[in-house]
Every structure is written in structure tokens, then in C-alpha cells.
């Protein structure tokens, strides 16, 4: 299960929003909570660097997941994983996306159809990569 608080889910529809019909991407950072349960805390936009296929593909240059790894360690938080949209295409992990994700992060994917952010869901790859398996995700109300 991953929880995200409001806030945080409506700055990545924004995102979403904002790139179309380019992909947009970010990454999850915040805390594993009870064992299982992940909890983020800061969503961070990142650039897509793709220099070709944007509306279909994003890219996170490695010296960028390295930097922010240090960051959200001298945070005390982690990366929990990674959020990109789908313009014009359900939020279902794609051939593209199994050959390039790690199995022990999340990745978020959130649909975006004329340039509305649609249907948002959590996935993780298995730990012999050959599929995604839903995560529950959990949008957490805040209170105001």
C-alpha cells in the first residue's frame, strides 16, 4: 500500500496536466510505515530528459536519481518510487516501462486524456520482473 496525502496527489495531476501531451515524471519520497505501508511525504517534479518520443517515454538521467537519493537521505526520507503520466492511454504499465523499472519501487501512473488528469493507479514490479502487480494507493484527506 502506498498513502499519499491530497496535496501531494493534486500537485502530480497538475504536473500531468501541465506536460501534456508530453510525459511528465517526478519521484515519491517519504517513509515505510508499519512494514509494509509506504508513506510519502514530498513529491518532487523532475524534468523530463527524453529527447525524443516525449508524448510515450520520459527519462530520469541517473545523476538526478543520485543526487536526490542524497537529498532524501539527509532528510530522512527515501525514495519510495516514482510517478509519470500516460497521455492518451490508461495508467496500466506499459512492455516499455517492465524493461525499465526496479521491483522495489512504486510507480504511479497517472492517465491524462484532452489534457485532464484522469485515472491514477500504484504498481510495483515482481522481483523476477516478469509482471506488475497493483498496489493499493491510498489518497489521504487532510485536514484544514
Do not use: K
Not at 508513506?39 to 517534479?45: A, F, L, Q, T
Request: charged share 25%; proline share 6%.
Amino acid at each position: 500500500m502506498i498513502r499519499i496525502p491530497a496535496s501531494a496527489f493534486e500537485l502530480i495531476r497538475g504536473e500531468t496536466e501541465r506536460a501534456y501531451p508530453h510525459e511528465c515524471c517526478g519521484a515519491l519520497l517519504g517513509r515505510l510505515r508499519d512494514g509494509a505501508a509506504r508513506e510519502v511525504v514530498r513529491v518532487v517534479p523532475l524534468a523530463n530528459a527524453r529527447a525524443s518520443e516525449r508524448e510515450r517515454r520520459y527519462l530520469i538521467e541517473p545523476g538526478t536519481i543520485r543526487a536526490l537519493d542524497e537529498q532524501a537521505r539527509a532528510d530522512g526520507l527515501e525514495i519510495l518510487g516514482f510517478y509519470h503520466s500516460h497521455p492518451e492511454h490508461a495508467p496500466l504499465p506499459s512492455a516499455f516501462d517492465g524493461e525499465h523499472a526496479w521491483p522495489w519501487y512504486t510507480y504511479l501512473i497517472v492517465a491524462v486524456r484532452n489534457g485532464v488528469a484522469g485515472e491514477a493507479r500504484a504498481w510495483v514490479l515482481a522481483g523476477d520482473r516478469t509482471r506488475f502487480q497493483a498496489e493499493e494507493l491510498v489518497i489521504l484527506q487532510e485536514a484544514t
